[in-house]
């Protein structure tokens, strides 16, 4: 009788532990099926902080989405400096510095793909709209949109000084004045990109500093497979205030740039320029409005793209040391590092001064306080791995300086 007692007590205990086994193993099933729920719930968290209610929606044919939105409430609003910002448009004497001229042999007839569908009403602005892929693509949600961090190799046998980790470029620099505003035609071509998680890049920065520290503004020309999903060439603005560290980004993919016109930041610009074919070049300018420190960018035709406000920048907002023009290549696989990234700069051709095959930009202007756009004094091209990719500039007497940039990556012997 004691005993059966002694081993119902058994049994019932067994039958407790047995629960409490399953209760923890639940527990524990739980806790691990918490990050992918996580994961989730902060990409849709994301997408609701980046995507604003939409006026009206377009659909592009090359598969983007545009939103259009009511100009107060786009993501710039969100950034804690900006909470009291008032909107100030383009002031026109910025809007209507001489343009450069129309030149031989290149058309002008720059579109983006989504203005084929439609447009956006007054009062609101474009935006492409980030999709739960865009964030699938990324290693870590807060670096969305943002350029690697620029850290230096501790080396001293580089001829150019240090040269950034993980980037080569080849541009054009002018460093030693104050600018305050600089610009270019920038010839428009479709490089390939060997690896999604690297991009090349056509642009102008304006930065407070020519060292390893610095603020810039940029903008120009992209392929980047994976900020965008896909291998087009897009028009991008970036700005950081740490050298892509921790603040900035491309386009509106974090708060800070207003918008302010009916061009896509992101969007797929074209016709394109084909070798021995066609020409196209997209005009860039960006300008400092001095009395209120925001930096403006538009393009050729007086067209409005939007700024970077003083309250976000630091020296920046009074003026520019350097300014860059070219190209840069963003890959791991770069300097010694064997195989070399086959991934493009320019139009993948090397720079060789010829119209139609290498890419180019024209109409290089810098702005002091003088309010003149001219030609910069002292200019230096830079090709940081010159058998990869190389920089020249064509300057000859009574003839418009050609800067020509550009290269394959990998090409061996020399760019193993
Ligand atoms: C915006 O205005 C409010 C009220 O005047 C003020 O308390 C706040 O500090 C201002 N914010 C910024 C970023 O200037
Ligand atoms: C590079 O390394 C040397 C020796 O380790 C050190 O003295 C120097 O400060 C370093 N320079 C930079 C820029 O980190
Ligand atoms: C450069 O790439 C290497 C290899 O992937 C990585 O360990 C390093 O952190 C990268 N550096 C920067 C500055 O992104």
């Known amino acids: 009788m004691e005993r059966r007692h002694e081993s119902e007590m058994w049994e019932i205990k067994g039958t407790v532990l047995f629960l409490w086994v399953l209760f923890a193993v ?21 997408l609701k902080q980046l995507n604003k209610p939409a006026v009206k929606t377009i659909k592009s044919e090359d598969g983007d989405i545009i939103d259009c939105v009511n100009i107060y409430d786009q993501p710039a609003f969100d950034h804690p400096a900006l909470e009291n910002h008032t909107i100030k448009m383009m002031p026109d004497y910025l809007l209507e510095l001489e343009n450069s001229n129309t030149e031989e042999g290149l058309k002008l007839e720059i579109f983006q793909t989504w203005q084929k569908s439609g447009s956006c009403p007054k009062g609101t602005i474009p935006i492409r709209r980030i999709v739960k892929e865009d964030l699938l693509r990324v290693a870590s949600l807060d670096n969305f949109g943002r350029k690697p961090p620029q850290l230096y190799e501790n080396s001293t046998d580089q001829e150019n000084g240090y040269v950034p980790e993980n980037r080569s470029s080849a541009y054009l620099l002018a460093v030693g004045y104050n600018y305050i505003g600089a610009q270019a035609d920038i010839n428009l071509w479709n490089p390939k990109v060997a690896q999604t998680n690297e991009f090349t890049t056509a642009q102008i920065w304006l930065k407070n500093n020519n060292g390893p520290y610095f603020e810039s503004v940029e903008s120009g020309w992209t392929v980047n497979p994976k900020l965008y999903g896909d291998g087009a060439t897009r028009f991008f603005a970036y700005w950081t205030r740490d050298s892509y560290r921790s603040t900035g980004c491309f386009d509106l993919t974090c708060s800070g740039f207003v918008q302010i016109g ?53 020296s920046l907002r009074h003026s520019a040391i350097a300014v860059e023009w070219g190209g840069q290549v963003s890959s791991v ?18 720079a060789n001064g010829r119209f139609q095959q ?19 004094r002292d200019v230096t091209p830079i090709a940081q791995e010159p ?17 020509y940039f550009g290269g394959p990556g990998r090409d061996l012997p020399h760019c193993p």
Not at 26 to 37: D, G, H, I
């Open 26 to 46: 639940c527990l524990r099933l739980n806790v691990e099926a918490k990050p992918s729920s996580t994961l989730e719930t902060q990409i849709e968290a994301k």
């Open 262 to 314: 009916q061009v896509v930041l992101g969007g797929t610009i074209g016709p394109i320029s084909s070798f021995y074919g066609p020409q196209y070049d997209i005009n860039i300018g960006m300008f400092l409005e001095p009395n209120s420190g925001n930096w403006y960018l538009k393009l050729k035709n007086n067209i409005p793209i939007g700024y970077w406000p003083a309250e976000i920048l630091g």
């Open 333 to 350: 696989n770069i300097r010694k590092k064997t195989p070399h990234t086959s991934t493009q700069m320019g139009s993948g051709e090397f």
């Open 358 to 376: 290498s890419c180019f930009m024209r109409n290089i202007r810098i702005m002091d306080y003088s309010l003149q756009l001219k030609y910069p």
């Open 387 to 403: 058998f990869c990719y190389t920089a020249i500039n064509d300057v000859r007497p009574g003839i418009e300086p050609e800067f």
